[in-house]
């Protein structure tokens, strides 16, 4: 089969024939037709984080159509359209029992990032990591599913909003204009910040209330006028800088949420003396776990969650489009692996 390969760090990925994959009696073949990129992606390419065994297929945004079962498969068929759960988890351990399956002890891979993923004409996937895509979801869209949205919808359960709290989202990417979305569903007054202006006019469309430019003290004047009484309740930095968390520390109210989505691999800029005093949460919240995957695909089914995407390549082009993704796109830049 085609895929685009990667072979070293630092390197262009290579378009060339890899085998066709084998699958266990319990795993599933699917055909690629989509997969989104993410930074995440371009971390793994840079030797920044994960490090997987080379050669590796990445793409951890696909959608596709069953084309063959293992033998002990009886919940799909070929031709049934499908999304991945990432975590290939155990479903036995203390974090799989109580629902927490990102977290599991014994995870048999992550989809595009520990094995193999959709920047290929095929993956498989152990069947109870795929679910149907609905009919009326298209595969680009469907495929970001996987990251994007299943991220935004499980970062919105961790900070535990309600209806008319105020929250700002830092970084208006593939998976800040997602959370947007969520956020705005569930009745939360939403901040939008990004240093890139055309994002945050992408913000208002997705129901942003007020946008900013990352400028400190402009935000903080915007923050000291919309707080009312209650202040921001929750910031969720989809970035993951020392700045960023920073402002996210300094522009959640006492006693409110930093959720932490965006990796960098830098440190919090913060002392202990602030987070005690001002009684701050710092949550952490990576991917999801089933439900939220469960209730992603059932807020893109039913239009309230639509994520953006900027721009589609052959998997030919794969190279152009993470040059795209690395310079500030507006929304998903998705590779397009067959076009039917
Ligand atoms: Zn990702
Ligand atoms: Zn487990």
Redesign the pocket.
Known sequence: MKAAVMLDINQPLRVCDMPLPVIADDEVLVETRTSGI????LHILAGAAYVPKLPHILG??PAGVVVRVGRAVRNLTPGTRVVPYLFFNCHDCYYCRVGRHQQCLHLGGILGVMCHGGFAEYFKAPAGNLFRLPDNVPFDIGGLIA?AVVTAVHAARRAGLYAGQSAIVLGAGGVGLSLIQVLVNAGVRVVAIDRVQAKLGLARHFGATWTYPFAVEQVDAAIHDLADSDGVAAVFDCVGSTPSLAAACRWVRNGGRVVVIGESGQPPAITSTEIAQRELEIIGSRNGARQDFVEAIRLVQCGAVRPPIAARFPLEDINAALGLVRSDPLGRVVVVVRDD
């Open positions: 993410c930074g995440t992606d951890h945004e990251d």
